[in-house]
């Protein structure tokens, strides 16, 4: 281990060197950061350009990635926006491969090409890619999502009677067989076009016209296939922010990844707490007593799964009683629909409230959930079976983290409160 891999992460994601003045020189993506960064410094004999590379590294940052497909698809964007010295170099090379939509045919297809085999001048090319390895499961993955055909047949009207293997697997949508028009084709194929330019509300507007087309028409194994499609690359897209890239952008991510490392070391997680929830109770003097649970990825917040929690069981001032009917809704509910768990739940309040969030989990038989609260007064992290609290340094970058989490839910539970109690007011005023 060496200062460039001591709090780099077993996750994926993507990696950025800098030389002295801090400039980007090069971007790569890894399955598992440490060890691709490791690497770089295990070689004995590394290659010249390689070494070049190192030479001039001072500080190696990193993004970090819910896949190695998200990586991948980061790390393309991160290259195409900051072109870095040593990723133009060698992207200069005419060996590279780069994924290609043909175009001088009926029934288009997507396939790998290199550089030097641009013949059809047509076509749409995407890339270069480092990796023939990983272009090939991303090539996979577009035509599968896509129904695209991944046979180099030609399309004519003397058709077979039973089409091709990749037809009889269910891999293949069988344009010679008549099974879809080329409208409906050409409109997958421009689909995955999409996809590779990171277009991605068009994308996600196309896909949900076309189930909701398939629904009307009573068509519900195709609606199905679009809904599950919808969701795949909504969660994809959600989960690296794909969006038009700026350096402000890169820092704040590169930011926010060390807080979650830190975070990880600090309270000796497992893993990298990706995904954390918050929960929060606000009330005055136990009247319109509201919950609220807010979701951060990757050190984001995750709006579309913000939840809002009317107090239905604790009458009077009872914050414990409020925080169990909390807890117990949202997790049972997530074990009950089989939805993912959070890694990490972080409780606003003291000893007491994480107790009683400990006795829910209990009940409900979730114990491998990591859990702990943070207490406001001086910024204790109470954690189970821990009898001290943990006190972080105010520049900790995990204790930052933590606190704008805890903050967020708790500007998410007031705002409900106060819309609450202004219905209430307004309801006795239109009485009176």
Same mark, same amino acid.
């Given at each position: 281990?060496?200062?460039?891999?001591?709090?780099?992460?077993?996750?994926?994601?993507?990696?950025?060197?800098?030389?002295?003045?801090?400039?980007?020189?090069?971007?790569?993506?890894?399955?598992?950061?440490?060890?691709?960064?490791?690497?770089?410094?295990?070689?004995?004999?590394?290659?010249?350009?390689?070494?070049?590379?190192?030479?001039?590294?001072?500080?190696?940052?990193?993004?970090?990635?819910?896949?190695?497909?998200?990586?991948?698809?980061?790390?393309?964007?991160?290259?195409?926006?900051?072109?870095?010295?040593?990723?133009?170099?060698?992207?200069?090379?005419?060996?590279?491969?780069?994924?290609?939509?043909?175009?001088?045919?009926?029934?288009?297809?997507?396939?790998?090409?290199?550089?030097?085999?641009?013949?059809? %001048? *047509? &076509? #749409? $090319?995407?890339?270069?890619?480092? @990796?023939?390895?990983?272009?090939? +499961?991303?090539? /996979?993955?577009?035509?599968?999502?896509?129904?695209?055909?991944?046979?180099?047949?030609?399309?004519?009207?003397?058709?077979?009677?039973?089409?091709?293997?990749?037809?009889?697997?269910?891999?293949?949508?069988?344009?010679?067989?008549?099974?879809?028009?080329?409208?409906?084709?050409?409109?997958?194929?421009?689909?995955?076009?999409?996809?590779?330019?990171?277009?991605?509300?068009?994308?996600?507007?196309?896909?949900?016209?076309?189930?909701?087309?398939?629904?009307?028409?009573?068509?519900?194994? %195709? *609606? &199905? #296939? $679009?809904?599950?499609?919808?969701? @795949?690359?909504?969660?994809?897209? +959600?989960?690296? /922010?794909?969006?038009?890239?700026?350096?402000?952008?890169?820092?704040?991510?590169?930011?926010?990844?060390?807080?979650?490392?830190?975070?990880?070391?600090?309270?000796?997680?497992?893993?990298?707490?990706?995904?954390?929830?918050?929960?929060?109770?606000?009330?005055?003097?136990?009247?319109?007593?509201?919950?609220?649970?807010?979701?951060?990825?990757?050190?984001?917040?995750?709006?579309?799964?913000?939840?809002?929690?009317?107090?239905?069981?604790?009458?009077?001032?009872?914050?414990?009683?409020?925080?169990?009917?909390?807890?117990?809704?949202?997790?049972?509910?997530?074990?009950?629909?089989?939805?993912?768990?959070?890694?990490?739940?972080?409780?606003?309040?003291?000893?007491?409230?994480?107790?009683?969030?400990?006795?829910?989990?209990?009940?409900?038989?979730?114990?491998?959930?990591?859990?702990?609260?943070?207490?406001?007064?001086?910024?204790?992290?109470?954690?189970?079976?821990?009898?001290?609290?943990?006190?972080?340094?105010?520049?900790?970058?995990?204790?930052?983290?933590?606190?704008?989490?805890?903050?967020?839910?708790?500007?998410?539970?007031?705002?409900?409160?106060?819309?609450?109690?202004?219905?209430?007011?307004?309801?006795?005023?239109?009485?009176?």
């Amino acid at each position: 281990m060496n200062k460039y891999t001591a709090s780099m992460p077993h996750a994926p994601g993507v990696y950025l060197m800098r030389d002295y003045s801090g400039k980007i020189l090069y971007v790569g993506k890894a399955i598992d950061l440490f060890k691709r960064v490791s690497s770089y410094f295990n070689r004995t004999n590394s290659e010249p350009k390689t070494a070049a590379l190192i030479a001039n590294v001072r500080v190696i940052d990193y993004i970090i990635a819910d896949s190695e497909k998200s990586a991948l698809i980061l790390e393309n964007k991160l290259i195409k926006k900051l072109r870095p010295k040593y990723n133009v170099i060698w992207r200069d090379d005419k060996s590279y491969p780069m994924i290609c939509i043909t175009a001088q045919e009926d029934f288009p297809r997507l396939c790998v090409a290199r550089q030097h085999q641009k013949k059809d %001048k *047509s &076509a #749409k $090319y995407f890339g270069p890619f480092d @990796s023939a390895g990983d272009i090939r +499961d991303l090539t /996979r993955y577009l035509r599968g999502s896509f129904n695209i055909r991944p046979c180099n047949y030609e399309i004519s009207e003397n058709r077979g009677l039973h089409g091709c293997l990749y037809f009889q697997l269910g891999q293949c949508p069988a344009p010679c067989l008549g099974k879809i028009s080329r409208e409906d084709y050409l409109k997958n194929v421009q689909n995955a076009q999409l996809f590779l330019e990171g277009r991605y509300s068009r994308l996600l507007s196309n896909l949900k016209k076309a189930m909701s087309l398939s629904s009307e028409k009573l068509d519900y194994e %195709k *609606s &199905a #296939k $679009y809904r599950n499609n919808i969701q @795949s690359i909504e969660s994809m897209f +959600d989960k690296i /922010r794909f969006r038009e890239i700026k350096e402000g952008d890169v820092e704040s991510n590169i930011s926010k990844s060390r807080g979650l490392s830190r975070l990880k070391e600090c309270l000796e997680l497992k893993k990298v707490p990706v995904n954390i929830e918050a929960i929060d109770i606000s009330n005055i003097q136990g009247k319109e007593a509201v919950g609220s649970l807010v979701r951060f990825t990757r050190g984001l917040p995750d709006k579309k799964n913000y939840r809002k929690f009317k107090i239905k069981t604790v009458q009077g001032v009872d914050d414990y009683s409020m925080m169990r009917e909390v807890v117990e809704r949202r997790y049972s509910r997530l074990m009950r629909n089989r939805q993912m768990m959070p890694d990490l739940v972080l409780i606003d309040g003291g000893k007491g409230h994480l107790d009683t969030a400990k006795q829910v989990f209990d009940k409900l038989g979730i114990n491998n959930l990591s859990l702990i609260s943070l207490a406001k007064e001086n910024e204790e992290i109470h954690i189970p079976g821990k009898d001290k609290p943990l006190i972080l340094d105010k520049d900790n970058p995990a204790l930052h983290i933590l606190q704008h989490i805890r903050d967020e839910a708790h500007r998410f539970a007031i705002t409900y409160h106060r819309k609450r109690r202004a219905m209430r007011l307004g309801a006795v005023k239109s009485v009176k």
